[in-house]
């Protein structure tokens, strides 16, 4: 019987655990490759969960009115190129700020 040795996890491993390649048997096992996709899938299930959780750096500790600004400096820049923006919703402060 043939072995070969997985370039991941460094055994020797009889050629049956390889997939067959195209021309060729992987050089990585299947337990590995299948290692590999529950890790990828798992942080893909995370990082669905955790969408719209992260903190944005940029408008962290600032006020609404400073974010307002930023946003309303944002949008003058895009309308200069060309692009047209439209922005819903409104802020109360002391009076209605439409943007």
Same mark, same amino acid.
């Given at each position: 019987? #043939?072995? +070969?040795? %997985?370039?991941?996890?460094?055994?020797?491993? /009889?050629?049956?655990?390889?997939? +067959?390649?195209?021309?060729?048997?992987?050089?990585?096992?299947?337990?590995?490759?299948?290692? %590999?996709?529950?890790?990828?899938?798992?942080?893909?299930?995370?990082?669905? #969960?955790?969408?719209?959780? !992260?903190?944005?750096?940029?408008? !962290?500790? $600032?006020? /609404?009115?400073?974010?307002? #600004?930023?946003?309303?400096?944002? $949008?003058?820049?895009?309308?200069?190129?060309?692009?047209?923006?439209?922005?819903?919703?409104?802020?109360?402060?002391?009076?209605k700020v439409r943007f």
């Amino acid at each position: 019987m #043939n072995t +070969m040795i %997985c370039l991941d996890c460094k055994r020797e491993l /009889p050629e049956t655990n390889f997939r +067959m390649g195209r021309f060729n048997r992987n050089r990585i096992c299947q337990e590995c490759i299948n290692a %590999c996709r529950r890790e990828r899938k798992q942080a893909k299930i995370e990082a669905l #969960n955790n969408r719209g959780k !992260d903190s944005d750096e940029l408008f !962290d500790g $600032k006020e /609404p009115r400073e974010v307002i #600004n930023i946003m309303s400096r944002a $949008k003058k820049w895009l309308e200069a190129r060309d692009y047209t923006i439209t922005l819903k919703g409104e802020y109360v402060e002391k009076k209605k700020v439409r943007f």
